[in-house]
């Protein structure tokens, strides 16, 4: 016997109905915003009413682990202006308190993306509107950079908000430090060169990071990185312009911030200071009980450099680490970061040929299939991939308007 526990049969009755009638004909022009909620929300994203549709992907899995390997897609295949229907989601890849993320095909080929889906009341309650629709802006731009997280498209319901980004299934730098313990400094210089590429272009675009952590470093398939989720990120910092909002991690706080002073792109070179030392070192440069403990040490004690690391791993450190923003390292040149590459820790690297993603990585990801997902948490992972559904009352009391224009389709991310 199915295990009905908590489901409306009678709305899955009304789902399965509605999707067999779109699968015959094309979707009605005059189908209401509701109805496209109600087939998402009851119902799970990953096809299981299909036998056929489980079939095709296990088919596809055979064939990859034989030789022919599917990678997740660098593109999309055409412009036009996508929607929930267009896509399958097949897993869970995470979720926290902003919502989910959930691995997707675009029905009718072997493209795979990374969804994000924010569900609208939380975005509303946390004031977070703004900050969604710069973590927008900043997705468009990335395109043009290897080294940030492209972003496809984004769409919307009643009820969701949907970015389709580039799928990066090589685990994130938390996931792969927590299996190694530490990086060699070979393979710490090429993650935090690419890294450096990644910023410096932020930057000359007048936007602070100010999220930058292990957790935030994707790899993909190939094992470059990617940065990854600009909900903090601050536009419009050139010159003697500056911002004053205290927030980010923690751990990665620069100091300027939390003194509540105004600050400007040199906090995200602490971060990078506080990235580097975890990666070559294994943990965190400072601690605390608590959140007013670590601010403390961060403010006013000064780190321990183990004697493994090479006189260059150290000196960039503590040149990162500086606490005074204007003497410390990528503070010159209009943060440019110019000063940060000129660094002995990077003598030798050839920085055009990186930009062009034409230095063979230190480490490959064995990743064989976009399903097979074995980098990301299996607590996510073995869920269905489902939404979480928004109570009618709430829906019906949210103000649509603030997410007017939200949907977009990015044409730098078209396969010609």
Not at 76 to 97: A, M, W
Not at 236 to 263: H, R, S, W
Not at 303 to 320: G, H
Request: charged fraction near 25%; hydrophobic fraction near 35%; glycine fraction near 6%.
């Amino acid at each position: 016997m199915p295990n009905l526990c908590g489901v409306n049969q009678k709305l899955i009755v009304e789902a399965l109905t509605t999707l067999k009638k779109e699968s015959s004909s094309s979707a009605s022009p005059s189908r209401t915003s509701s109805n496209q909620d109600l087939n998402i929300d009851s119902i799970n994203l990953d096809g299981t009413s299909s036998p056929r549709k489980q079939y095709s992907y296990r088919h596809r899995i055979v064939h990859s682990y034989n030789g022919r390997v599917v990678t997740p897609a660098s593109t999309i295949p055409r412009f036009k202006k996508y929607t929930i229907y267009d896509f399958n989601f097949v897993k869970l890849l995470g979720k926290g308190s902003f919502g989910k993320v959930l691995l997707a095909e675009l029905k009718g080929t072997e493209y795979y993306y990374a969804v994000k889906c924010l569900k609208k009341d939380v975005v509303l309650e946390d004031d977070d509107v703004e900050c969604t629709l710069i973590e927008r802006k900043v997705l468009t731009l990335s395109t043009k950079h290897p080294y940030l997280c492209h972003l496809f498209c984004t769409f919307q319901t009643q009820s969701h908000l949907f970015f389709v980004m580039e799928y990066l299934n090589g685990g994130d730098l938390m996931f792969h430090i927590q299996q190694s313990g530490r990086f060699d400094e070979g393979r710490g210089r090429f993650y935090a060169a690419e890294i450096v590429s990644g910023l410096r272009f932020l930057h000359k675009k007048g936007i602070v990071y100010r999220d930058l952590k292990l957790d935030n470093i994707l790899l993909d398939c190939n094992g470059h990185v990617r940065i990854a989720d600009f909900g903090m990120c601050k536009l419009q910092i050139y010159l003697d312009k500056t911002a004053d909002t205290f927030c980010g991690t923690p751990d990665y706080m620069a100091p300027e911030i939390i003194k509540g002073v105004k600050y400007n792109q040199c906090v995200d070179w602490w971060s990078f200071g506080i990235l580097l030392y975890e990666m070559l070192i294994g943990q965190s440069p400072f601690s605390g009980s608590d959140e007013d403990q670590l601010f403390w040490s961060i403010c006013h004690e000064q780190p321990q450099y183990p004697r493994y690391l090479s006189a260059n791993a150290k000196a960039i450190l503590v040149a990162l680490l500086e606490k005074e923003a204007t003497k410390r390292l990528g503070s010159l040149g209009c943060n440019s970061g110019d000063d940060v590459m000129a660094h002995d820790f990077f003598r030798g690297l050839d920085w055009p040929r990186l930009e062009k993603k034409e230095i063979e990585p230190p480490y490959k990801p064995r990743v064989f299939h976009p399903l097979d997902t074995h980098y990301f948490d299996r607590t996510f992972t073995k869920e269905k991939p489902r939404l979480t559904p928004i109570e009618k009352t709430i829906l019906a009391s949210m103000d649509q308007t603030q997410f007017q224009g939200f949907s977009y389709t990015n044409p730098n991310a078209i396969d010609g």
